[in-house]
Each structure stands twice: as structure tokens, then as C-alpha cells.
């Protein structure tokens, strides 16, 4: 059976193109709040990409509705969700024709019966990490107002720390890099003391 090919310079372009038109959307969308994260979301697989963001005053709304559902400290569900896309307010947030783009190129990879996804999650990775370079080289990330820079990344729903750090260390500064290491630790403190307090230890 002949795979089918991966056009890897045909990906990264479309990539490209969705997380640019997303971030204009996502900017517009949060109006003066501050964007302190963006990224590419994808599975084990590849078998999607999605943009993914949140915003310093998103994430404390969040915080703050997690902590009253939950009767915990806001400061902890903050520290918690920082780093949580799945729980970000401008998750797959986007221009729908750019999603479509996406979706419609990474559908050819799946077989008949969609038990299999055939391109190398490897080289959907790669595009998504080479469209976000090449936007950071034209200083596509940088917000007027932003006190901070924005930290770029490729996440995953199932991703090792290891694997956060290797590619938030291709996209971003040795500075933005500790810090996101710094927080990475204390998310993982966080959540780990909400549970404890929601059983009551």
C-alpha cells in the first residue's frame, strides 16, 4: 500500500497561515487584555492542529470561578491553569477558513476506515515549530502594551515536560525559557495542593 506523501512545505505554510490569522483574531477578541501565551495544539498523532492562547485576566476569570466551584485558594487554581490550554479562554479560537485549510490537508493522512493516521507525527510537529519560528523572526508575537513577551509553543494534550521545555526552547528566550520552566514546577505543586484540599488533608 503506498503511503500517502507529506507535503512538508505546503503544511507549514497553511500552519502558518492559521496561526497568524488566529492571533489577529485572538487580539481582537481580548481587546486591551494581556496575551502571555500562544501556541499550536496537537495530539499523539498529528492528526490536528489547532491555535491555543489565553490572557493574564482570562486566566485569573478562570481562577476564579474554578476556586468558588471548588471552595480553594484562587491563588492556587491561578498557578494550576496557567499552563493548561485545554482550560484557556482563546483555546481554538481561529478563522474558520484557516482551520478548514488545516483540517482538510491532515484529513488525507487518515486510512478508509479512520483506525489509522498515516503522516509522521514528527514532521506535523516540525511545520508547526518552523511556521511559529519563522513568525517570531518577523516579530509577529509582539503586542503593543505587553509588558512581557508572549511565550510561543507547540502543546499536546499528552506531553512530557521535557518535551514542553525542547520546544518551547526552539521558539523563545533563555529568559521567557526559565520562567516558563519556574511555572511548569508550580502548576504541578498547585494542582496537586488543590487536591489535597478538596480531600481534605
Not at 507549514?12 to 497561515?17: D, K, P
Not at 492559521?18 to 486591551?32: E, N
Not at 488525507?108 to 519563522?134: K, M, P, S
Not at 508550580?186 to 488543590?194: D, L, M, R, T, V
Request: net charge negative; charged share 25%; hydrophobic share 35%.
Amino acid at each position: 500500500m503506498t503511503l500517502p506523501q507529506f507535503d512538508t512545505t505546503h503544511f507549514t505554510a497553511l500552519v502558518r497561515s492559521l496561526a497568524k490569522s488566529a492571533f489577529r483574531d485572538i487580539l481582537s477578541q481580548a481587546s486591551d487584555e494581556h496575551v502571555y501565551a500562544f501556541g499550536l495544539y496537537t495530539n499523539g498523532e498529528g492528526g490536528y492542529v489547532i491555535p491555543t492562547a489565553n490572557t493574564e485576566e482570562a486566566l485569573e476569570r478562570t481562577a476564579l470561578v474554578y476556586a468558588q466551584t471548588n471552595a480553594t485558594p484562587v491563588d492556587l487554581h491561578r498557578q494550576s491553569l496557567r499552563w493548561s490550554p485545554c482550560d484557556w479562554q482563546y483555546h481554538e479560537e481561529g478563522d474558520d477558513a484557516a482551520f478548514e485549510e488545516v483540517d482538510r490537508y491532515l484529513e488525507t493522512g487518515w486510512n478508509a476506515d479512520y483506525t489509522h493516521f498515516r503522516f509522521n507525527v514528527e514532521l506535523v510537529e516540525r511545520c508547526c515549530i518552523t511556521a511559529l519560528q519563522q513568525l517570531q523572526q518577523e516579530y509577529f508575537f509582539r503586542v503593543p502594551g505587553n509588558q512581557k513577551p508572549v511565550l510561543v509553543n507547540v502543546f499536546k494534550g499528552d506531553q512530557s515536560d521535557k518535551e514542553r521545555m525542547a520546544f518551547a526552547q526552539e521558539l523563545n528566550n533563555e529568559v521567557l525559557c526559565r520562567q516558563f520552566q519556574q511555572e511548569l514546577e508550580q502548576g504541578y505543586k498547585a494542582f496537586f495542593a488543590i487536591a489535597d484540599l478538596k480531600r481534605g488533608d
